[in-house]
């Protein structure tokens, strides 16, 4: 079996904080909010009223006239996706495939669900109700699903969807797969998109996330479950990841797509390589749907999964005593369950070696992007190797004593008189048990 080595030499996103990669990566250094009352809809009546959206997005922008013709229909979060697989593809030095290196060329996403037609399912069903039999009539509400609804809207809830439109806008057809492993799952889909390279299936693959559940029954779902900051006085500073009183997350909604390649391949392009995959590691809880294992045990088992295939001894230094890693980007969420076990996992992990860790949560600036979350911060991650330069956890005013880490509190830190970036840890636990970890770091040839 072949075991190339993987890197990545494109990468393009599209957050709150930003309609580029470079224009997220500023707004995470200078600790920007991003964070603010929900416009796209009227939430006012809603426990929480705020997130983290999009705004100013214009497709035209990313995309030509003519791809935008080419894929007409396609909806919000599957938009995003395009724009940063055109911004990767770009990067990357990519023109037009031929047939052979089509049949070299896959994508595998973490994409969710297309953004429902909410006003018109509402509509249907209470057009479909029958009031004097408090039940509903089927015929009644066929017909008006059938005026109402529109197939091509339809058929673009279908986390799939997005697949076949990044693939059809590259010319990729090679390996083509979605992962719905919820808050794991772009983390999920870069680190299973490097196994395939590794093992020989394709040569390139196109590897991320898109999502956004900013419409009525995402936020109604999770505020049910009590997971979602209420803090509607002060949305800016809801997202408060590892402060003692953090309330629940925030949402939010965005893509992000990187250009992985097998070495070989890169350089034979002369492409510029801006980082390796390292390592990848993948786990259950085997616990409970709505809650981590207490201890941590499946957090713990993919970053060591994911610290051992780097080559990695996560409880010992570096020759310059610096621990194994110099960043984890940690999943924090800000819930009260989520950042307590991830640092005992990440504890339980490195030992001794915790204690000198820089850890923190980009969820703090831009909200949580779901499905998309992982592949924005492992391009986070990607940064901080380029720059030196370390993104915050903002809005922390009294750090949880049950979650002592060093989690740069407030401000970005720069790491160049201390030698620089060279790994980094890219955590994603998913609702569910589902747990996932990236180790990228500097490419040395």
Known sequence: MSTRRVVITGQGAVTPLGHTAAQTWAGLLAGRSAVGPIGGFEAQQFSTNFGAE??????????????????????????????????????????????????????????????????????MN???????????????????????????????????????????????????????????????????????????????????????????LGMTG??????????????????????????????????????????????????????????????????????MHPDGEGARLAMASAMRQAGLDPEKPRADGRPAVDYISAHGTGTKENDTVETRAIKRLFGEQSAGLAVSSIKSMM?????????????????????????PTINVSEQDPACDLDVIANEARDMNARGGVEVCLSNSFGFGGQNDSLVVRRFRS
Not at 79 to 106: E, N
Not at 241 to 266: N, Q
């Open 54 to 123: 999009v705004k100013g997005f214009v497709a035209e922008e990313h995309l030509t006239a003519e791809q935008l013709r080419a894929h007409a229909g396609a909806g919000k979060s599957t938009l995003f996706a395009m724009a940063s697989a055109q911004q990767a593809w770009k990067q990357a030095g990519l023109g037009t495939l031929d047939d052979l290196q089509r049949r070299r060329v896959g994508v595998y996403l973490g994409a969710g669900e297309g953004t429902p037609d909410y006003t018109s399912m509402v509509a």
């Open 126 to 216: 209470l057009a479909g109700w029958d009031a004097d039999k408090r039940q509903s009539d089927p015929v009644r509400w066929a017909q008006s699903a059938m005026s109402l609804m529109t197939p091509a809207k339809e058929i673009e809830q279908e986390p799939n969807v997005a697949v076949a439109h990044v693939a059809e806008l590259v010319g990729a057809m090679g390996p083509a797969m979605n992962c719905m492993t919820a808050c794991a799952a772009s983390t999920q889909a870069v680190g299973e998109a490097a196994a395939i390279i590794r093992r020989g299936d394709a040569d390139m693959m196109l590897a991320g996330g898109c999502h956004s559940m900013l419409h009525p």
């Open 222 to 291: 999770f505020m049910r479950l009590t997971a979602m900051s209420t803090r509607r006085d002060d949305p800016s500073r809801a997202a408060r990841p590892f402060d003692r009183t953090r309330d629940g997350f925030v949402m939010g909604e965005g893509a992000g797509i990187l250009v992985l390649e097998s070495l070989e391949h890169a350089q034979a392009r002369g492409a510029t390589v801006l980082a390796e995959i390292a390592g990848f590691g993948s786990s259950a809880d085997a616990f409970r749907i709505t809650d």
């Open 367 to 391: 909200g949580h992007l779901i499905q998309a979350a992982g592949a924005v911060e492992l391009i986070a991650c990607v940064q901080a190797i380029a720059t030196g330069w370390l993104p």
